[in-house]
Every structure is written in structure tokens, then in C-alpha cells.
């Protein structure tokens, strides 16, 4: 199993940035997956989950309204696009794949990717 994200950074606040993780070593469309971040000092934070269709989402309060979760399963590949970035936005976010019959917004994830740096900053 390979979870590898890609396209953080740095961008001004208010900006968008669009994140992606290519999953290989196993049937993606079988999973759910999420977005996990964590910044320094504080507590991972679930960002969003998506099914293994991507019929039904779920998002974070503090993301809510600005950033969507989506997936294409013909690509293996999750994407994060983020909109209206805030400072307190900073972390490093990591895709991950929910364990099977895990719940697909609470459960545990087995596996999850390095890491991908998302710094929001003037």
C-alpha cells in the first residue's frame, strides 16, 4: 500500500491550494479514505472524509464551506481542494485509508502517506 500526497506550500492567506494523494498497492475504490492534519503542538484533526464512491463527504466545523473532498477512482487518486486559507490552516496534511469496516468519518485508518507541507502565510 502507497498513500503519496502532493501540492503543499506556501500561499498568502485567502489563497487556494489543491492537494492530491496517489494511492497504489490496493483496491481504492473499495475504501474510504480522509484528510488528516496536524500542526505543531496540537492534536491530529480530521479534515474530511469521503466514501468509497464519493456519494457522501464530511468536513471538519473549521473547514466546513471551504474545502471539498473528492476522489477519481479510475486514477486511484484523493484530492483536497482548499479555498479561503487561513493562517490557522498550517499543518502538514496526510491522506490515509479508513480500515475496512471501520466507520468511513470516525474510524481508524490503517494506512496513511508522509505528508504533504501547507504553510498559510503573508
Known amino acids: 500500500v502507497q498513500l503519496v500526497e502532493s501540492g503543499g506550500g506556501l500561499v498568502q492567506p485567502g489563497g487556494p491550494l489543491r492537494l492530491s494523494c496517489a494511492a497504489s498497492?490496493?483496491?481504492?475504490?473499495?475504501?474510504?479514505m480522509s484528510w488528516y492534519r496536524q500542526a505543531p503542538g496540537k492534536e491530529r484533526e480530521l479534515v474530511a472524509a469521503?466514501?468509497?464512491?464519493?456519494?457522501?463527504?464530511n468536513y471538519a466545523d473549521s473547514v466546513k464551506g471551504r474545502f471539498t473532498i473528492s476522489r477519481d477512482n479510475a486514477k486511484t487518486t484523493l484530492y483536497l481542494q482548499m479555498s479561503s486559507l487561513r493562517p490557522e490552516d498550517t499543518a502538514v496534511y496526510f491522506c490515509a485509508r479508513k480500515a475496512m469496516g471501520a466507520d468511513w468519518i470516525r474510524g481508524a485508518y490503517d494506512y496513511r502517506g508522509q505528508g504533504t507541507q501547507v504553510t498559510v502565510s503573508s
Open positions: 469521503i466514501t468509497r464512491g464519493g456519494g457522501s463527504t
Open positions: 498497492g490496493f483496491a481504492f475504490s473499495s475504501y474510504a
